[in-house]
């Protein structure tokens, strides 16, 4: 067996693994279905990296994340690793291809997106492939109890049904014990076995804040916590202009959402990733696969829709276990808001149908037609075009996905990709009989190699420059070479796509699983009372209550954060403060009790017991009624 602190140091230059990666490793490695539980930043890529390094064999990597798959795969290559990627948006060409390579090229990962696992092509290739390691990533989307279930997760068992003796190794950041359980019975785990590591953060203080002038706070929070941060806001608009008022007030600020141009995005992530003292304002598209570790604090401007979400985003501070610190701005328009945006989640079924409709439309696609078709989509030109509303439309897209009828995706290609459809001998016949193109073909041909195996992805910006041209005028003669079908070539896109996964459909034939769509609603509703919850309870310790969400019990209270600096700042003692509530509450468990007679009837020192009182009056735990009459606020 390849020592595998051996195969961490010659690709990554780690000298040890971090807390359980290595249980992980060895678990995969040994054979057995394992699902391993680690928080944002605990490095879970490297152990399903370096189990599948140590031993013979292509490992699948699922995962819904296509930025991120894009960005494993560069990783890979640039360690000298091969590694491919499919997923919706590429050509039936470039997966042939790729799939050819993963049986014949040694091609040591494959990353696929869990829609593409249901296709013939791929059930095709896949039985011939030697799979040492099945890696399901963002593991909670197989459950309808998790927060981001995805139906297309669903077909991940046929793997397990095609190579029977292959262990999968399951990953996620955030689950609850129930989602844990339902991830590895969907699975269909020969045994089950959960690795996990403690979710709490012991670097990291959470800090809850209503506020009306929330501005006014980040400024502050930018002045006094030194070093780089990132601003959570909900909506595209108030990243730019978040980020142009920090930078009027001379904080080093810029904003980040999905839809700049790729190119943009790129910049922008590398500058702050470079940088020791930039704030990023964003929506939650900024993070995916960010391993930055002086991040000193993650704010959210506005009340995330769940825990977990929260959790993830939260954990992206101080991963280099320093300390750092996790805010939570809200004011009461923030939880009307979050119960609005929940109704628009989930359009009545007519609504839906006038979405169907209106694409066949716009896409002009004929009943019975369209299967497999890819389509450029422009979500807000649709939208004006039928008079839709974009949230409502949005969801409508997202439910149809579920439903299996479309693949509604953000696989914008940040780089175009090439490829010689003929040999080198056709090539240089070629060249000898088109003089024209000959100096263009060599200039591909000394810069990019393996480009008569595989797509390879090229930058027409670059060619320019070596040739002294137009970034144009090269895209120009790729375009005639491939009309020729001497190469193939696929430009970058910074749109959004849509596939039809089946061929359009009359409205009547339009079903759907009623039952799982009104489950998920409820598990929904569910997750957006417990974010509340938490924004609201200021007598408990902020860690303790996601520790005691995601399962982990018998934790102590942090210190830190701000329902614990208000119980530092009292005389009473934490343990004196524990047995002071537990006695109120068995004396006001049955009826309200004046506060004289509460007083009188508790064994502690008047003074302690006044204090309790005036702290969970003051956080709503307790509340006055008539005459001076004392209840426990339920």
Same mark, same amino acid.
């Given at each position: ?212 002038? =929330? ?5 502050? #929070?930018?002045? $006094?916590?030194?070093?780089?941060? *990132?601003?959570?806001?909900? %909506?595209? @608009? ?83 276990? =320093? ?5 939570? #701005?809200?004011? $009461?328009?923030?939880?009307?808001? *979050?119960?609005?945006?929940? %109704?628009? @989640? ?289």
């Amino acid at each position: 067996m390849n020592s595998f602190e051996t195969i961490l140091y010659k690709y990554w230059k780690f000298s040890k693994f971090r807390p359980l990666q290595r249980e992980i490793i060895e678990s995969a490695y040994n054979g057995n279905d394992t699902l391993a539980l680690m928080p944002t930043g605990g490095g879970k890529s490297i152990t399903f990296q370096v189990a599948a390094l140590a031993q013979e064999g292509i490992c699948i990597v699922v995962t819904p994340l296509i930025a991120l798959m894009k960005d494993q795969v560069d990783n890979l290559k640039l360690k000298g690793i091969k590694a491919v990627a499919i997923y919706s948006g590429l050509s039936y060409s470039e997966i042939d291809i790729a799939l050819d390579n993963c049986v014949y090229g040694g091609v040591k990962f494959l990353y696929v997106s869990p829609e593409r696992l249901q296709t013939p092509l791929f059930l095709e290739r896949v039985k011939l492939m030697n799979v040492c390691l099945i890696t399901v990533d963002e593991a909670h989307c197989i459950s309808q109890w998790g927060y981001d279930f995805r139906p297309s997760y669903m077909q991940i068992p046929q793997l397990r049904s095609i190579f029977p003796q292959v262990p999968i190794l399951a990953l996620t950041a955030t689950a609850t014990p129930q989602v844990a359980e339902d991830i590895q019975n969907k699975l269909e785990f020969r045994a089950h076995n959960v690795l996990t590591k403690s979710f709490e953060r012991k670097n990291l203080t959470y800090i809850v804040k209503e506020k009306q002038d =929330k501005l006014g706070y980040i400024l502050n #929070l930018c002045k $006094k916590v030194k070093g780089v941060g *990132i601003v959570y806001v909900r %909506t595209r @608009k108030q990243t730019k202009e978040t980020a142009y008022l920090l930078q009027q007030k001379g904080i080093n600020a810029d904003y980040y959402h999905a839809g700049l141009d790729s190119d943009v995005r790129q910049m922008k992530q590398e500058a702050w990733t470079k940088s020791n003292n930039m704030v990023m304002v964003s929506t939650n598209a900024f993070g995916m696969g960010i391993d930055k570790p002086n991040v000193r604090f993650v704010l959210h401007l506005d009340v995330p829709e769940s825990l977990e979400a929260y959790f993830q985003e939260a954990g992206r501070a101080g991963r280099d276990e =320093k300390e750092a610190f996790a805010v939570l #701005l809200y004011n $009461k328009q923030d939880i009307t808001t *979050i119960r609005t945006n929940f %109704t628009k @989640k989930y359009p009545d079924y007519a609504y839906i149908k006038r979405v169907y409709e209106a694409l066949g439309n716009y896409f002009q696609v004929a009943i019975g037609e369209a299967k497999g078709r890819v389509f450029d989509f422009f979500i807000a030109e649709f939208c004006a075009q039928f008079k839709l509303e974009i949230v409502m439309t949005f969801n409508s897209l997202k439910i149809l996905e579920d439903e299996g009828y479309l693949v509604f995706s953000d696989a914008a290609e940040r780089y175009s990709r090439a490829k010689f459809h003929v040999n080198r001998n056709e090539l240089y016949k070629f060249q000898v009989e088109n003089r024209e193109f000959d100096a263009f073909i060599k200039l591909i041909l000394r810069n990019y190699e393996g480009i008569f195996t595989d797509f390879v992805t090229i930058s027409e910006e670059s060619l320019a420059k070596k040739a002294g041209t137009t970034p144009e005028n090269i895209t120009q003669y790729l375009i005639a070479l491939s009309q020729r079908r001497i190469i193939g070539y696929y430009k970058a896109k910074q749109n959004p796509i849509l596939m039809y996964s089946e061929e359009r459909l009359p409205l009547e034939n339009l079903l759907f699983s009623y039952d799982n769509i009104a489950f998920r609603k409820e598990q929904n509703k569910k997750r957006i009372d417990a974010i509340i919850d938490y924004v609201g309870n200021q007598s408990k310790c902020r860690s303790l209550q996601l520790l005691e969400y995601f399962g982990e019990t018998g934790k102590q209270r942090c210190g830190n954060c701000d329902v614990c600096r208000k119980r530092n700042a009292m005389k009473v003692n934490k343990l004196q403060f524990d047995y002071i509530i537990e006695d109120m509450k068995k004396r006001l468990a049955e009826k309200p009790v004046a506060v004289h007679e509460l007083v009188a009837s508790m064994d502690y020192a008047e003074e302690d017991i006044k204090e309790v009182i005036d702290f969970l009056l003051e956080n709503k735990k307790m509340i006055y009624m008539g005459s001076g009459m004392l209840t426990w606020n339920k």
